[in-house]
């Protein structure tokens, strides 16, 4: 049964130094300022109540949670001891810099219950990480991954396409790598930018050129077919949805508040586009769970067919697993999926 995640949001919180494209304030509508244990438990129970029997996993977003003052990571964690004994809490979720992980860190940090860290990874090209300023190497990710694995826990790689000095074809040698390294999953996080930041100053005085929504997508979409292709899970794509981010405080970049959908869209609408002639009327059968990803966003997929005479019938099945659809017709039935039926160029970004 999958967990309820019970979030908290520890804005910039541990970290040495702001990258030229940080703002963790805005991103996540936060301040930043700790939970205290009693803010801690009073979430948790409030959380427990609306479960449905369903566990809990608490979640410090957000920060560099491993680059905290040792007293502050007890301070967190200490007071979810007894519910993790009790069996109301079933792990810990933190996010941290590749740098601030060792064997000793991730030891102490399992000891109490933690269980999957996700990494900043942003990068795995050491160009592009000192262009963004962000004091580690690609080595220190890779051997992160490595040391969180080795541990018995699961190390997710958070990668940020489109950061300066990054190109379609690094992203994905970037991904590639995550995944080598041994990353349990991704989260793409296209980069954006944000008021206040030297990204903006930089995007200002034309020294930063961003990826824009149209080729954001059309990256995101290989990144995320190549992951599927390796059975690594991209658990989410876009930055969350918050009232911290707006047209206001994003000036440039790939963000919508539904990016994952429109990215996963145009995959569907691939495969459709590929084996549905033009002029045609078809049916596609779908998993239940990929109905509003295979019509598209507002229907999109649909009108863009329409305008090529393609007349189309979207229905679920739930036989078929959610990277497949059934392509019917007059003249055939034929089952694609997303992860194989599709090739595509990084000349096409």
């Known amino acids: 049964m999958k967990p309820v995640t019970v979030p908290f949001f520890i804005s910039h919180q541990g970290c040495p130094h702001t990258c030229v494209f940080c703002d963790q304030r805005t991103i996540s509508g936060s301040q930043g300022a700790l939970p205290t244990a009693e803010q801690l438990l009073a979430r948790c129970e409030a959380w427990r109540v609306t479960a449905a029997g369903r566990p809990l996993e ?51 940090l399992a000891a109490r219950g933690v269980r999957i860290i996700e990494l900043g990874v942003q990068s795995l090209d050491d160009s592009v990480l000192a262009a963004s300023g962000r004091g580690h190497t690609a080595a220190a990710s890779v051997q992160a991954i490595a040391c969180v694995r080795a541990h018995g826990l699961q190390a997710g790689a958070q990668l940020m396409p489109g ?3 990054d190109t379609p074809v ?15 999953f991704i989260r793409l996080y296209p980069t954006v930018v944000l008021r206040g930041t030297e990204l903006a100053r930089r995007y200002a005085g034309g020294d930063f050129v961003p990826l824009d929504l149209g080729r954001g997508i059309a990256l995101c979409k290989i990144l995320l077919q190549q992951a599927m292709r390796s059975g690594t899970p991209v658990i989410r794509i876009g930055l969350q949805a918050d009232a911290g981010l707006n047209n ?29 002639a033009d002029g045609s009327h078809a049916t ?4 239940p769970a990929r109905l509003s990803d295979v019509i598209g966003l507002k229907r999109s997929t649909l009108e863009v067919l329409s305008r090529r005479g393609v007349q189309l019938r979207v229905s679920p099945d739930a036989s078929l697993v959610k990277e497949e659809i ?24």
């Open 284 to 287: 596609v059968l779908c998993h």
């Open 170 to 184: 690094s992203a994905l040698e970037s991904l590639k790598r995550a995944i080598t390294a041994g990353a349990d």
């Open 163 to 165: 950061l300066p000095g």
């Open 248 to 276: 206001d405080t994003v000036l440039a970049g790939c963000w919508h508040p539904a990016l994952g959908q429109l990215v996963r869209s145009q995959l569907y609408a691939d495969l459709i586009d590929r084996f549905v």
């Open 58 to 108: 608490v979640a410090f977003f957000g920060g560099s949670f491993s680059a905290l003052p040792h007293g502050t990571q007890a301070a967190l964690l200490e007071p979810l001891q007894p519910l993790l004994k009790r069996g109301e809490l079933a792990a810990i979720r933190i996010s941290t810099r590749p740098d601030y992980i060792d064997d000793q860190r991730v030891e102490w």
């Open 326 to 349: 059934t392509i019917k017709t007059n003249q055939s039935c034929s089952s694609r999926s997303i992860i194989y039926d599709l090739n595509y160029s990084m000349y096409e970004v």
